[in-house]
């Protein structure tokens, strides 16, 4: 029997438990006060700590003790709010919220530098936003285009360089990872991004981590990620409409022109957006014509695509998107002479027709316990049929599963996930035989907030490939040989850490550090090819190459009455081992380790917008610095009957003798400046890249005049674009912009000029 002590203690305990169990519930939805569209995975809590997440009606329950309590909502780009609560046992209380955007570009909402969503003030690493009024106000007409605009980002004959990270080698290997919808489109042979498959009629914000991600994100995101995030319907239907035109001048060099119509380009695009009951369609359209300034260069295709949506329930949703790009195209590698810039010379033309498609199925759903469980796949195709035998096939597989458990109380989100990718290729550029690849994964990324001011994050994941080689053999004019049969596998794992402290309220400090990793692609180990009259040849010896890069900054918010903005300054240095790049081997071109490299350098950039002297204006500026060496320069000669050693190879292979990495710019400023009068938009840009010291010393004696270029014009270049707007009616907009504004004649990838001075028309319609 039990004792009266031990019965008065299970009664007591049973009496504290059924109290406790008696319980009041909390229910409602979050809203966008403007749309009333609802806020999928708002925070919604109590000043006790209890809290959950909002689901995809943005409806939100809590089960709470009787009690008064302060119950408050906030999503990241929106003003959290709050209101007071009484629960009362077994009873329901209607609590409803409407946020209203945050103003401040401190607090825009960003989600690629850890899978998380988070205010752009608060990230651990260097992170650009861009949103897609910059692609129409300034006319691009593909993505590339647009990254010009960032600080510490630029693009080299369709090769991203983050801060200096990459430098040139034609289409083959990556260090920037592009990702649509945080899934990876890089081409699956050469790893190579296709900027036109990108649906920039559909875009909903562009978002650029500079540094390492391979902890996230994999191989390729050694120097970076850029994510482009597509829109999805909203409320109310929506169609845009735009059409653009681009007239090319004649050089201010007579002799540089060649043509007796000028050159021109026009584009015309088209997306719409609504929702069906519980199915959200967004599909657009998208057709370009290119006939360039540069002989034999075109381009022609047209895209469509689209994204769907359907709402299973408040906590199931899936769909599929897709796209579409059919067209031809072609382009030269080198220029005749530099006094005959804009006609190919002999053997370097190339034309190709192409079929490339993606298809992205998806699935998201909320648990009982608010935890996310995601799936996303991509089925990637590419067929280019090229002339010179340099035809290539390729499919990608990705699938990625991913789990999300948040803690509101905790100010605590975890992310993990596995993820599988398979490759098939098929070309003649590869020795015409077949390769495939596989890719697994796991990783895991962990954020904290401390004291609400202090945020922490680190990342882990281990990668394992697997390249099969069938072998082949191959002849150039200056080499031949047999490629043997291959089954290579290889594993790493792989971290990342990073601190943000928030010192005032505008005021944030961080702190990274990440490793990367890089495997080769088959472009890289298996190529080969004649380009311009020398061999590209495989080298199946090629390693990966590994890095970190790290980063110390400081972004401070201010505003001066009605004009906001941040001031964003970072010291950085990257490290890369068994670095990738083509060298002269032998006379024949060939991707090689180069050792190992370091850069650093710092970045200063500036975006604002607001009214100064009643005008509306926004501004977005940078400049950066990049010291690039190699570890191992040596212009000395090895002994006779030596080898040359790695240091030696890249000082004979670099046209000069300084030590610095080939293809950089030291220098590089950027800026956009707009500003709106009444019905009127008149806006710059301006870009700036210092002279690029080095190259292949191949090319520097091979192509005719480039030596000769280079030395008349070592200053870099300046360039200058204006544009100006009108809105006629409502929703209607046309626009006037002149680009290269004085005729300037430049280079950004050397033996390549780039266009005279033009001017474009567009206009923009939405109903």
């Not at 995809?56 to 929106?78: C, H, I, Q, R, W």
């Not at 697994?440 to 994941?461: D, I, M, P, T």
């Not at 956009?672 to 002279?691: C, I």
Request: net charge neutral; proline share 4%.
């Amino acid at each position: 029997m039990l004792s009266r002590k031990m019965f008065s203690f299970l009664l007591t305990a049973c009496l504290i438990t059924t109290a406790y169990s008696q319980k009041g519930i909390v229910k409602g939805k979050v809203l966008d006060i403007e749309t009333d569209e609802p806020l999928v995975a708002a925070t919604v809590y109590v000043n006790n700590g209890a809290g959950t997440i909002t689901d995809y009606d943005g409806n939100f329950e809590l089960k709470l003790l009787p009690g008064d309590y302060e119950l408050m909502a906030s999503y990241v780009g929106y003003k959290g709010t709050s209101k007071g609560i009484k629960v009362i046992v077994d009873q329901t209380i209607e609590a409803s919220f409407s946020l209203d955007v945050e103003s401040s570009l401190l607090n825009t909402a960003t989600v690629t530098s850890g899978k998380f969503e988070k205010p752009l003030g608060e990230v651990t690493v260097s992170l650009e936003v861009l949103k897609p009024e910059v692609i129409a106000n300034t006319n691009k007409t593909a993505l590339d285009d647009v990254l010009q605009k960032i600080p510490g980002v630029t693009v080299m004959d369709g090769q991203a360089n983050i801060r200096g990270g990459s430098g040139f080698s034609q289409g083959a290997g990556s260090r920037v990872l592009l990702l649509v919808d945080d899934i990876p489109i890089l081409q699956a042979d050469a790893g190579y991004p296709n900027w036109d498959d990108v649906p920039i009629e559909n875009i909903a914000q562009i978002e650029v981590v500079k540094g390492a991600a391979s902890a996230l994100y994999g191989s390729s995101a050694l120097n970076g990620i850029i994510n482009v995030r597509t829109a999805f319907a909203k409320a109310e239907p929506e169609t845009r409409v735009s059409t653009s035109y681009t007239h090319y001048f004649d050089p201010k060099e007579a002799s540089l022109k060649w043509w007796d119509r000028a050159p021109y380009t026009s584009a015309t695009s088209i997306s719409h957006k609504r929702k069906i009951g519980k199915f959200d369609l967004v599909a657009g359209a998208y057709y370009f014509n290119e006939d360039s300034y540069n002989k034999d260069t075109y381009n022609k295709f047209g895209r469509i695509n689209f994204n769907t949506r359907y709402h299973l329930s408040d906590r199931f949703v899936f769909g599929v998107n897709a796209n579409f790009n059919k067209g031809a195209s072609g382009s030269f590698f080198y220029w005749k002479t530099d006094t005959l810039a804009y006609l190919p010379a002999p053997n370097t033309s190339a034309s190709r027709k192409r079929l490339r498609f993606n298809i992205d199925p998806y699935a998201t759903f909320y648990d009982k316990g608010d935890n996310r469980h995601k799936f996303m796949g991509r089925f990637y195709s590419v067929d280019n049929d090229n002339d010179n035998n340099q035809s290539n096939q390729s499919q990608l597989y990705y699938g990625e599963y991913q789990f999300q458990k948040q803690f509101p109380s905790s100010n605590l989100a975890i992310t993990t996930g596995v993820v599988g990718m398979g490759t098939n290729v098929d070309a003649e550029l590869y020795g015409d035989t077949t390769f495939s690849s596989r890719n697994f994964a796991g990783y895991v990324q962990v954020e904290k907030k401390f004291w609400k001011r202090l945020n922490v994050s680190a990342g882990f994941r281990y990668e394992h490939n697997l390249l099969i080689n069938p072998g082949f053999d191959f002849s150039g004019s200056q080499a031949s040989g047999t490629v043997e049969p291959s089954r290579e596998k290889e594993s790493k794992p792989v971290v990342r850490f990073g601190l943000n402290y928030q010192l005032y309220q505008a005021t944030y400090i961080r702190a990274s550090l990440g490793q990367g990793y890089r495997f080769p692609t088959v472009a890289e180990k298996f190529i080969v090819t004649d380009l311009g009259g020398f061999d590209i040849i495989p080298n199946p010896e090629l390693q990966s190459e590994t890095g970190w890069s790290s980063e110390i900054g400081i972004k401070q918010g201010f505003k001066i009455s009605s004009f906001e903005g941040f001031i964003d300054l970072a010291g950085f240095v990257m490290n890369y081992q068994n670095m990738m790049e083509f060298n002269i081997n032998g006379g024949s071109f060939q991707s090689t380790n180069i050792g190992n490299t370091e850069i650093k350098g710092f970045e200063v950039s500036l975006a604002a917008r607001g009214n100064i002297l009643g005008l509306p204006v926004s501004l977005l500026t940078g400049y950066t610095y990049i010291d690039p060496r190699f570890v191992e320069f040596d212009t000395s000669n090895p002994p006779a009957g030596e080898q040359k050693t790695i240091g030696q190879i890249n000082a004979n292979n670099s046209s000069i003798d300084e030590n610095i990495l080939k293809y950089r710019s030291r220098h590089t400023f950027k800026l956009d400046l707009e500003a709106n009068y009444k019905f009127l938009t008149f806006g710059v840009e301006s870009f700036h890249n210092s002279h690029i010291e080095a190259i292949d010393n191949f090319f520097n004696v091979f192509v005719g005049g480039l030596r000769k270029f280079r030395e008349e014009n070592n200053n870099g270049y300046t360039l200058h674009n204006f544009r100006v707007a009108v809105e006629v009616i409502e929703d209607l907009r046309i626009s006037l912009l002149l680009g290269n504004a004085f005729n300037r004649k430049y280079s950004i990838r050397p033996a390549l000029l780039e266009g005279p001075r033009n001017l474009s028309a567009r206009v923009d319609y939405k109903f």
